[in-house]
């Protein structure tokens, strides 16, 4: 990755200054991922309440990363623009289940499979991004391991109504946050000093054949 490209470059145009160029729109989808899912996380570990973890979702997490998809619209990237688009979506269906279940909008048939069924379609997807992210940065590869992670544990856990399980999907979801909290910091750090402070190991391709 380019990081300097990140960087709001001005051009100088008859003694003024043109506008800076797009920033990068990945900061503020990684932003809108690790932050929901951290806050989640902590309502699921119980330390907190669902509440807030709810409202984020579905504002921060669901509408602030579609916004995100569509931005990326204006980059050409077609992953970044898929992945954002996609768990934006999430966020919001999800969040808006989790508020309809806890204020008994809807009788308690309507959302079976909420965390069994439901979490192995969003599985498939994620498999197919993390074989994408096999030629992007090592960073991105380990915010989709531990996403898939996180997705084989919940379904485990209700499955088996494991309380061990759940529990470790709780800190297993923290991880996974921290690899997106980590690629993060790297776009902003990375882009302010202009160079590879913190590393996320880009896609090195083999040598050509002979």
């Known amino acids: 990755m380019n990081w300097k490209a990140v960087l709001p470059a001005r051009k100088a145009v008859k003694g003024a200054l043109m506008p800076p160029k797009f920033s990068n729109p990945t900061a503020l989808g990684l932003a809108s991922f690790a932050l929901s899912l951290t806050v989640l996380s902590f309502a699921n570990l119980g330390w907190m309440g669902a509440a807030p973890a709810i409202a984020l979702a579905v504002f921060f997490g669901g509408i602030v990363e579609i916004g995100v998809g569509f931005a990326e619209l204006f980059t050409g990237n077609t992953f970044a623009m898929t992945v954002?688009?996609?768990?934006?979506?999430?966020?919001?269906?999800f969040g808006g289940c989790l508020y309809a279940m806890t204020n008994s909008w809807l009788p308690k048939e309507a959302f079976a499979?909420?965390?069994?069924?439901?979490?192995?379609?969003?599985?498939?997807?994620?498999?197919?991004?993390?074989?994408?992210?096999?030629?992007?940065?090592?960073?991105?590869?380990?915010?989709?391991?531990?996403?898939?992670?996180?997705?084989?544990?919940?379904?485990?856990?209700?499955?088996?109504?494991?309380?061990?399980?759940?529990?470790?999907?709780?800190?297993?979801?923290?991880?996974?946050?921290?690899?997106?909290?980590?690629?993060?910091?790297?776009?902003?750090?990375?882009?302010?000093?202009?160079?590879?402070?913190?590393?996320?190991?880009?896609?090195?391709?083999?040598?050509?054949?002979?």
């Open 84 to 93: 954002f688009g996609a768990f934006g979506a999430f966020w919001i269906v």
């Open 113 to 210: 499979g909420l965390l069994t069924f439901f979490p192995f379609a969003w599985l498939i997807i994620t498999l197919i991004f993390l074989v994408a992210t096999f030629r992007l940065a090592k960073a991105l590869v380990w915010i989709f391991v531990t996403l898939t992670i996180l997705w084989i544990l919940l379904i485990a856990s209700q499955v088996t109504g494991s309380a061990m399980l759940f529990k470790v999907f709780g800190w297993e979801s923290l991880l996974c946050a921290a690899t997106a909290w980590y690629l993060l910091a790297a776009i902003i750090i990375n882009g302010a000093f202009g160079s590879e402070v913190l590393p996320i190991g880009g896609y090195v391709p083999p040598p050509a054949k002979r």
